[in-house]
């Protein structure tokens, strides 16, 4: 089943993840905002993961002094994503 969400991130430089879940499988990511080099690098490298594996890997990840970033905000995007089934 396709599922997709537009989440709006919090305390991060980027303004929003646009995400495609295919069968429990990360298909597509955009971020807007943000490092614009590291954020495609994360979004190439997610793709074919199953979300589980990339909310191990990316949930809790800081930035700075932030108690948050957009790796972690992604992870929270796969969350509300999951939670809304």
Known sequence: MKKTIHYTTKGVC???IDIT???EIVQ???FEGGCNGNLQGI???VKGMKVEDVIARLEGIRCGSK???C???FAQALKQLKSND
């Open 14 to 16: 980027s303004v929003f």
């Open 21 to 23: 879940v295919e069968d």
């Open 28 to 30: 597509e990511v955009y």
């Open 43 to 45: 979004s190439s490298l």
């Open 67 to 69: 108690g948050t970033s």
């Open 71 to 73: 790796p972690d905000q």
